[in-house]
């Protein structure tokens, strides 16, 4: 039991500049973007109703793991410890990423094909199943942590391989584009900087903790149950939920209107 109460004190410090720094930045941001996409008419037809999606995981994390670590401090526990919120952001996060990726890489490489699938229940179907199995590995993550990141592991490299197969890809179509190979269409621009900003992301947010999760199973003894390595990588992970709705902010130049 005491040692139990250790660890989870151990969690509380460790993950407390998660929980500090991220919602804070990621609520408004994303709360914005969502603003943005809800006012924008036909929006089931674009791939920006998988940005609007990601947006809304996004902010239902800052929410929730603020809540679940609240429940922590005071509920000191082990089992408290298994935040639903990973699920949300480890499981959706690179999903919806992936679907924005596919999304892109049809719109550029087989335009003809693209037009047949403007259908909005096609994407809103797709953002069911997203929305289905992210729903799974928040469920997982009280069931079985181990069996969680197996199936986090997989998503993960997964969405990593679809997300660099389409951003090489568009880039190969890029350097076709145009009789001089100096005109891009600007679809085109936009849809390399979607997947290039989802390729940085996935790379440089989610794949942090999963080295840290083996170097802590695989590693020497200094790494467990946690270390000043695990929080870095979950404060990582955790800044995507701001990151990702700041890129699209970027992207579409309505940053300056948060003023």
């Given at each position: 039991?005491?040692?139990?109460?250790?660890?989870?004190?151990?969690?509380?410090?460790?993950?407390?500049?998660?929980v500090?720094?991220?919602?804070?930045?990621?609520?408004?941001t994303?709360?914005?973007?969502i603003?943005?996409?809800?006012?924008?008419?036909?929006?089931?037809?674009?791939?920006?109703?998988?940005?609007?999606n990601?947006?809304?995981?996004?902010?239902?994390?800052?929410?929730?793991v603020?809540?679940?670590?609240i429940?922590?401090?005071?509920?000191?526990?082990?089992?408290?410890?298994?935040?639903?919120?990973?699920?949300?952001?480890?499981?959706?996060?690179?999903?919806?990423?992936?679907?924005?990726?596919?999304?892109?890489?049809?719109?550029?490489?087989?335009?003809?094909?693209f037009?047949?699938?403007?259908?909005?229940?096609?994407?809103?179907?797709?953002?069911?199943?997203?929305s289905?199995?992210?729903?799974?590995c928040?469920?997982?993550?009280?069931?079985?942590?181990?069996?969680?990141?197996?199936?986090?592991?997989?998503?993960?490299?997964?969405?990593?391989?679809?997300?660099?197969t389409?951003?090489?890809?568009?880039?190969?179509?890029?350097?076709?584009?145009?009789?001089?190979?100096?005109?891009?269409?600007?679809?085109?621009?936009?849809?390399?900087?979607?997947?290039?900003s989802a390729?940085?992301?996935?790379?440089?947010h989610?794949?942090?903790?999963?080295?840290?999760?083996?170097?802590r199973?695989?590693?020497?003894?200094?790494?467990?149950?946690?270390?000043?390595?695990?929080?870095v990588?979950?404060?990582?992970?955790?800044?995507?939920?701001?990151?990702?709705?700041?890129?699209?902010?970027?992207r579409?130049?309505?940053l300056?209107?948060?003023?």
């Amino acid at each position: 039991m005491g040692n139990s109460t250790a660890e989870t004190e151990i969690f509380l410090w460790y993950f407390l500049p998660t929980v500090v720094t991220v919602p804070p930045l990621g609520l408004p941001t994303n709360a914005w973007v969502i603003y943005l996409l809800l006012g924008k008419p036909g929006i089931c037809s674009t791939s920006e109703i998988f940005t609007l999606n990601l947006a809304v995981i996004d902010m239902l994390f800052c929410i929730t793991v603020v809540g679940e670590y609240i429940d922590l401090w005071f509920n000191q526990s082990m089992e408290a410890t298994s935040f639903l919120a990973w699920g949300l952001n480890q499981g959706g996060g690179p999903l919806f990423l992936c679907l924005l990726s596919l999304d892109s890489y049809v719109a550029v490489c087989h335009p003809l094909f693209f037009l047949r699938l403007k259908d909005p229940k096609l994407r809103l179907s797709l953002c069911l199943v997203g929305s289905a199995i992210t729903a799974a590995c928040c469920l997982l993550v009280k069931v079985s942590a181990g069996y969680k990141w197996n199936v986090i592991l997989a998503i993960i490299s997964f969405s990593t391989v679809v997300v660099t197969t389409c951003s090489t890809l568009i880039l190969k179509s890029l350097r076709q584009s145009g009789p001089s190979k100096k005109e891009v269409h600007p679809v085109k621009k936009r849809a390399f900087k979607i997947v290039l900003s989802a390729l940085v992301i996935i790379n440089v947010h989610y794949l942090p903790p999963i080295g840290e999760y083996l170097l802590r199973q695989l590693g020497p003894t200094s790494f467990k149950p946690y270390s000043v390595v695990t929080c870095v990588a979950y404060w990582i992970l955790s800044m995507s939920s701001f990151v990702q709705p700041l890129t699209y902010l970027i992207r579409t130049k309505q940053l300056p209107k948060i003023s």
